[in-house]
């Protein structure tokens, strides 16, 4: 059975810095695509930044520079390095697995940036 579980979550101020984390289980993680998207109230799930297996990865325009995927393959964890935090990135962010050609979806993670 696939499992994703996200943590790092949490309250933070505008201009501080979270880790989320986001561990795998029941896949080969060296060969899934990891990515991260979020979703705040009333709008739609979106993109955040995605790592595939060789090493790429991309970011949505409104986190670029800001925020940073990797993944440690000997963990089976991916990890989303957010700096800079800003207000409109509240949301609930999910980690996604594609693997095998099937998706797969954690929980999702609070993440709340607020004076």
């Known amino acids: 059975q696939v499992q994703l579980v996200e943590s790092g979550g949490g309250l933070v101020q505008p201009g501080g810095s979270l880790r989320l984390s986001c561990a795998a289980s029941?896949?080969?993680?060296?060969?899934?695509?990891m990515g991260w998207y979020r979703q705040a109230p009333g709008k739609e799930r979106e993109l955040v930044a995605i790592g595939i297996a060789g090493g790429n990865t991309m970011y949505a325009d409104s986190v670029k520079d800001r925020f940073t995927i990797s993944r440690d393959n000997a963990k089976d964890t991916v990890y989303l390095q957010m700096n800079s935090l800003k207000p409109e990135d509240t949301a609930v962010y999910y980690c996604?697995?594609?693997?095998?050609?099937?998706?797969?979806w954690g929980q999702g993670t609070q993440v709340t940036v607020s004076s």
């Open positions: 996604r697995a594609v693997y095998r050609n099937k998706e797969y």
């Open positions: 029941g896949i080969i993680f060296s060969s899934a695509a």
